[in-house]
C-alpha cells in the first residue's frame, strides 16, 4: 500500500458506529495515528507498534522476561502491573499477526488475527467489515498500556452473582444448545 496521507484517514469507509471508534481510538493514541501517517506498509505500521512497545520492555525488563517465557511462575506474574499486561497483549497481537484460527464459538469456523492490520486497513479507506466493538477494545487497551486505566478485581460476592447467573457450560441445558 502506498503511504497515508493525513488527510487520508478521514475517508474511512466502514460503518458510522465503527467509524466513531475509530476516531476515538486516533484521538487518544495520537502516537498510533502518527505511526499510520508515516508508515508506507502494513509492515512498516506494525513495526512501528512494535518498537512503541519495546521502548516500554526496555523499561520493564521483567515483562519482557515474563514474555519470552525466561522467567516463570507466579512470583513472576504477580510481578506484572496492569499496565505490563497490555503490553504483552499487544506483542502478542503483532506476534501472531495473520495467523488463522480455529473459532469454537463459531462453530470451528477459520477466523484470521491480524488487528493492527485491520487498523491499518481501516485508516488505508479499505472496505472492511469491523465493529465498534473492534476499536472499543483496542481504546481500552491502549488506555491500559498508557497507564490510564485501573485494574478492577471484583470482589467475591460479584464473582458468586455471576456464577448464579450464567450456567457453567457444562450444564445439560447449554451443552444442547450448543451442539
Known amino acids: 500500500m502506498s503511504v497515508i496521507m ?20 486516533l484521538e487518544e493514541n495520537s502516537r498510533v495515528a502518527e505511526l499510520l501517517q508515516k508508515a508506507e506498509t502494513v509492515t512498516g505500521f506494525q513495526e512501528g507498534v512494535r518498537d512503541l512497545v519495546m521502548t516500554y520492555m526496555d523499561n520493564h525488563p521483567h515483562t519482557y522476561s515474563f514474555y519470552r517465557f525466561e522467567s516463570e511462575g507466579r512470583e513472576a506474574m504477580e510481578a ?3 499496565q505490563d499486561y497490555a503490553a504483552i497483549r499487544i506483542l502478542d497481537y503483532l506476534d501472531h499477526a495473520g495467523k488463522s484460527y480455529k473459532d469454537l464459538n463459531l462453530r470451528g469456523a477459520e477466523v484470521s488475527n491480524d488487528p493492527f492490520g485491520l487498523i491499518w486497513q481501516v485508516a488505508a479507506g479499505e472496505k ?11 481504546i481500552h487497551l491502549f488506555r491500559q498500556f498508557r497507564g490510564e486505566a485501573r485494574r478492577q478485581i471484583p470482589d467475591s460476592a460479584k464473582v458468586l452473582e455471576w456464577m448464579k447467573r450464567y450456567p457453567s457450560g457444562l450444564d445439560a441445558e447449554v451443552i444442547k444448545i450448543r451442539s
Open 6 to 25: 493525513s488527510h487520508k484517514i478521514t475517508e474511512v469507509n466502514i460503518k458510522p458506529s465503527s467509524k466513531k471508534a475509530f476516531f476515538v481510538f
Open 80 to 82: 506484572l502491573s496492569w
Open 128 to 138: 472492511v467489515a469491523v465493529e465498534p466493538d473492534f476499536f472499543n477494545d483496542m
